[in-house]
């Protein structure tokens, strides 16, 4: 059974594996090198290219200067940091200081460990301009246990810490701070109002044992009710790519090989967490925590910083592009 909202019945759109390749490789051939290594050498999801360079990751990942992120501009001052981004004893740079200074990044851990307990709260219907569809689901877990909100509660904190390192003002949909949700709907609201220069939710799905590996679901156009998607659909499959492609050099995990036709991308009009953003947004499953290896690494902590170095380098990429 699946519980994510994003994994519910949606109305798929056939890719093209060639196409969307072709694409992707002139769009962003750099941070795409991975994935092209590892679709020509056949590259097993347990070994694959990791390590091997590309445009676009971190300085600490790559000794080519010229593969470093280019410093922001001088139009992008440094903003003071919130409350939320705050957090005392985490190594970053002064204010005003890294390649991604005065950018602002959401990191929105989907669904929430109380989620559980609140099922009334959640199942309420908020509308997401296409319809309406429930305030926020239970996530899914693996056979032992481990929960979807466990595990991206961690992912995201992995990744907030790595983007403050590079000077990004970080922000979290929630923390701990709240006993369920928050809603689809406000989840989209808290990247648009804090002016977010891009929006991940991350996510790990809940699908039939066999069905392995990561896919990023780029938001579709969509122009309905309170939902209007033509302003980020082009920069959201941008970031999108560039995540997909550092998260296959990072975590050497192979793209889904269940959805997307073996790009690693998917596209929906059905989540309201993408219909309603404003601001370029993806969200990224993981993998699948109901296969034995999917789930073997997935709750590994080495593999999860693996995942969280994949994100922040793709997110790096896509601000310093
Ligand atoms: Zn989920």
Redesign the pocket.
Known sequence: MSY???HLPARRRPLSRLTLTLAAAALVPGAFAGWLIWQATGGSDDGGPAGLPAQGASASASADPSQQPRPSGPESPSKPASGDDAAPGDARPAPGDGPLAGRTVVIDP??NPGNFKHTAEINKLVDIGTNRKECDTT??SGNSGYT?AEFTADVSQRLRTLLRKEGATVKLTHENDRAWGPCIDERAEIGNKAGADAVISI??DGSAAGNRGFHVILPALVKSGGADTSKIVAPSRDLGERIAGNFVRTTGSAPSNYLGGGTGLDVRDDLGGLNLSTVPKVFIECGNMRDTKDIALLTSADWRQKAAQGMADGISSFLNR
């Open positions: 994510d909202e994003s989907g669904h996530g899914t979807e996510h790990a």
